[in-house]
């Protein structure tokens, strides 16, 4: 996908992108290829690869949820940043906090967000088990996100619990989602969660089929969950 491209399927969904952000997406993309070559960050680093399969990928949730009538959104196991900060170039006012639990990636992002000029960007160097116990980020988010982390069943213990009640977990998955809807039924409900609708799409070019699962927090999250680090992952609910 060409910049070009990029910008303009943006625009066709409502998203007009000021040549300032489309040079912040530049940047983005040096240095992603730039400090991938220290540290694993993507395995795609071709620029229209990594414009379709990270950028546009990352901004499709707001095809289909109103972002403008969202503060404040918590990104777990972002990874480089997906989904969160392309997110937050398409929508400045965003108030974001990324978790991530290695503390290269945190590297990254905090020069990646000063060389970007991002104001209202928190990365947080923590298991998303250890975080969603703790209560300056617990239930405190109208939105939470999650991309290419884990099965459903076990993404919503790790993003459940910083939901808002009556706010909302956006879970991207690849194709093929029936199973893991239907694995993921009693976890979303034990943790709060009440799916409102699967919203299922293919990216440009033949990349592949996306679905967004988004989660309604309808109730508090029972205060044992999340579970200590790494047995939601073991022992899945």
């Known amino acids: ?7 303009l399927r943006l625009a066709e969904q409502g998203i007009d992108l000021a ?20 540290m694993n960050l993507t395995a795609i680093t071709a620029e229209g690869e990594v414009y379709l399969k990270h950028f546009f990928d990352s901004v499709t949730p707001a095809f289909y949820f109103p972002f403008a009538d969202v503060t404040s959104v918590a990104d777990i196991g972002a990874g480089a940043g997906f ?11 965003l108030q974001v906090t990324i978790v991530d639990s290695l503390q290269k990636r945190i590297s990254f ?20 088990e250890d975080a969603g116990q703790k209560p300056q980020l617990r ?3 109208d ?11 076990v993404l919503a213990e790790y993003c459940l619990p910083f939901v808002k009640v009556k706010g909302h977990f956006l879970a991207m998955k690849g ?11 009693k976890a979303i409900k034990l943790l709060g969660g009440k799916t409102s609708r699967v919203e299922s799409f293919a990216l440009p070019g033949e990349a592949g089929e996306r679905n967004l699962v ?12 999340p579970r200590k680090a790494g047995i939601p992952a073991k022992k899945p609910l």
């Open 19 to 38: 040549p300032s952000q489309l040079a912040q997406f530049d940047v983005y993309y040096r240095l992603l290829v730039e400090w991938n070559n220290r």
């Open 175 to 185: 194709a093929n989602i029936t199973m893991e809807l239907h694995e993921a039924e």
């Open 83 to 93: 989904p969160s900060l392309p997110l937050k170039i398409c929508f400045p006012h």
């Open 109 to 128: 992002l905090d020069h990646l967000v000063q060389e970007l000029g991002l104001t209202g960007v928190t990365a947080v160097h923590a298991r998303a």
């Open 214 to 225: 988004i989660v309604e927090k309808v109730a508090a999250t029972p205060k044992q969950y």
């Open 1 to 7: 996908m060409r910049k070009e491209e990029f910008a």
């Open 139 to 141: 239930e405190s988010f």
């Open 143 to 153: 939105l939470v996100t999650g991309r290419a982390v884990a099965r459903l069943n």
